[in-house]
């Protein structure tokens, strides 16, 4: 094939893989029931250069290119399209620099966010964009999707620590974007614009982001609830109290004990719901902060509720949190939400999505990015069970009108790729729909870059 061919003239050939069954892994990311199929090759460069020879090869013989990194997504961005090369980013993971002084660090997009907040914490420092899949997904990943995670709610998600970036553009050069001071607005923010972008407006090659000093030791405040609702109305009245958690995590028993089935935690709730927050305020003032969070977690209705004096107990729960994912993937198909609505609607929310479960006969576990209104339910469904699957697709595609319903978002981190395409549409103007595909036309004017995912051309 001519595409393989001059692949192999541009980089090493132990780089292009054509092995049928390698090529497999690399068809799909995590999204249930996204379209995938079979790319021509599979390119693993380990330098920007080596990805601007890629992307030339590509353009020149008219090949679409599929950039992933460790294939965690969940709305099937990576999933590789007909005829395809997937760059895959993962062997470019170099920590190339921490800057005690001005606080930034400059990594390869194939570095894993775990890694890299270990590495930053051995310098002082800390990388507060923590999705629930960091010990796993990769720093270039994070920045397609704008990832956020659990301290998001108080620290902010990937855009927010993005300075600047290299590139390759949609015509083959290799250039770089953003900045590395603390302030800077020379020319339109495109580095901002990549964020987020899904890969649909070139290939990333290197991030430098900035950090922050350690986080302070942090108290954790957990309630179980009977109703999901309950559970609801806590987060509301947090934030009506004023408060601004470091993480207020909701995750209900099905996902606890699907994770202490998994990994024997030893987990024994007995509850419905449970709520995991946490304060990292020193001092008096985080004590007072607490406390304030106790008291909101049993006037929305808390069967029960403390602050731990157990850091390993808490850390268990938020440790289940992350885990509560991959474990309910083990007991079958899981169709993953993603959708964001304001704090005030999140009981109404709730609410809806354990009547859409009703209403469709289908089993919903959930978990959320509670603080910030991030929900997470997760449609569980049995392998070969096709009415299932339809009727959990129609469930989807409710859950995202009941969010746009309450002026929320059909994706909070997760991304559009392939499953959020219609619901994008709901909730995007025409005109600004229009406005996406004009900078869509402008930075990728051949249009090789992810075809045919986030929105149609």
């Avoid at 995202?400 to 709901?426: F, N, P, R, Y």
């Amino acid at each position: 094939m001519p595409i393989v061919e001059q692949l192999l003239k541009s980089v090493p050939a132990d780089q292009v893989v054509v092995d049928p069954d390698i090529v497999a892994s690399y068809q799909h990311d995590e999204a249930e029931w996204a379209p995938y199929a079979t790319p021509v090759a599979v390119v693993r460069p380990r330098t920007a250069e080596q990805v601007q020879a890629i992307v030339r090869a590509c353009l020149e013989h008219g090949a679409a290119v599929v950039t992933r990194g460790a294939g965690t997504g969940l709305s099937g961005g990576a999933n590789a399209t007909e005829g395809c090369v997937v760059l895959a980013l993962d062997a470019m993971n170099s920590i190339k620099e921490i800057d005690q002084l001005e606080r930034y660090a400059v990594v390869e997009p194939g570095v894993v966010n775990d890694d890299l907040r270990a590495a930053c914490a051995e310098q002082g420092l800390w990388y507060p964009p923590d999705p629930a899949s960091s010990p796993w997904s990769t720093i270039g990943g994070n920045v397609a999707t704008n990832a956020g995670g659990l301290c998001c709610v108080k620290y902010g998600v990937t855009r927010d620590y993005v300075m600047g970036m290299q590139i390759v553009t949609g015509t083959g050069e290799l250039v770089r974007l953003g900045r590395r001071t603390a302030k800077g607005v020379a020319g339109y923010d495109l580095a901002g614009l990549m964020v987020g972008s899904e890969g649909t407006l070139g290939v990333i090659t290197e991030v430098t982001v900035k950090l922050r000093p350690l986080q302070d030791p942090q108290r954790t405040i957990a309630g179980y609830f009977d109703s999901i609702v309950d559970a609801g109305r806590a987060v509301a009245a947090v934030a009506a109290a004023g408060l601004t958690p470091s993480a207020l995590e909701l995750i209900d028993k099905q996902c606890l004990i699907a994770v202490d089935a998994w990994k024997n935690m030893g987990l024994s709730i007995e509850a419905n719901v449970v709520l995991l927050g946490r304060i990292d305020t020193p001092g008096l003032v985080g004590d007072q902060e607490a406390e304030k969070m106790l008291s909101c977690f049993d006037e929305a209705g808390a069967t029960w509720s403390a602050v731990s004096t157990d850091q390993e107990e808490a850390d268990a729960l938020f440790a289940a949190r992350r885990l509560a994912y991959p474990a309910m993937e083990r007991l079958g198909p899981v169709l993953t939400e993603d959708v964001c609505v304001p704090k005030r609607h999140v009981p109404e929310m709730l609410s809806r999505i354990e009547q859409i479960g009703i209403r469709y006969d289908t089993t919903i576990a959930n978990i959320a990015h509670a603080g910030d209104g991030n929900l997470h339910p997760l449609l569980i469904t049995s392998h070969d069970d096709e009415q299932a699957r339809t009727r959990a697709q129609a469930a989807f595609a409710d859950i995202i009108d009941a969010a746009l319903e309450l002026d929320g978002t059909v994706t909070g981190e997760h991304g559009v790729g392939l499953l959020k395409m219609h619901g994008l549409v709901q909730e995007l103007d025409p005109v600004v729909l229009d406005m996406h595909r004009s900078v869509k036309r402008s930075l990728d004017p051949h249009g090789i870059f992810n075809p045919g995912k986030v929105f149609e051309m």
